[in-house]
C-alpha cells in the first residue's frame, strides 16, 4: 500500500502560480511513477502530468504543457506540481497518483493508489 496525501491547493488569480505537493509513505516511494490528474465539476477525470521512477522522463497534457512542470524528490518521498500562468479553466481538484509500471500512462484506471485531492480555483 501506498499513501498519497496532497496539499499547496487554493484560490489564485489568473496568471499566478501555485505549487502543489504530495507526500507518499507506505512502500518504496522510488518503485513507483508518480502522476498528477484533475476533476472539474461534472466533468471526468483528466490526465495532467506524469513522471518517472527516476525523475529523468516527464510527460505533460496539452493543455499544460509549457505552464506545468512536475518534479519528485525520492530522497522527501514527495513529488511536485509547479503550476504557473494559471488559467480559469485549470480550476479543479488536483489529484496525484501512483503507478507500478514503468509503460507511460495516461488514464486514471492505470494507477494503483490515489491521494483524496486538493482544490485549486483560478479567478478570473
Known amino acids: 500500500q501506498v499513501q498519497l496525501v496532497e496539499s499547496g491547493g487554493g484560490l489564485v488569480q489568473a496568471g499566478g502560480s501555485l505549487r502543489l505537493s504530495c507526500a507518499a509513505s507506505g512502500r518504496t516511494f522510488s518503485s513507483y511513477a508518480m502522476g498528477w490528474f484533475r476533476q472539474a465539476p461534472g466533468k471526468e477525470r483528466e490526465f495532467v502530468a506524469r513522471?518517472?521512477?527516476?525523475?529523468?522522463?516527464?510527460y505533460y497534457a496539452d493543455s499544460v504543457k509549457g505552464r506545468f512542470t512536475i518534479s519528485r524528490d525520492n530522497a522527501k518521498n514527495t513529488v511536485y506540481l509547479q503550476m504557473n500562468s494559471l488559467k480559469p479553466e485549470d480550476t479543479a481538484v488536483y489529484y496525484c497518483?501512483?503507478?507500478?509500471?514503468?509503460?507511460?500512462?495516461?488514464?486514471?484506471?492505470?494507477?494503483?493508489?490515489w491521494g483524496q485531492g486538493t482544490q485549486v480555483t483560478v479567478s478570473s
Open positions: 513522471i518517472s521512477k527516476s525523475g529523468r522522463t516527464t
Open positions: 497518483a501512483a503507478d507500478a509500471t514503468p509503460q507511460i500512462a495516461t488514464s486514471a484506471y492505470q494507477y494503483d493508489f
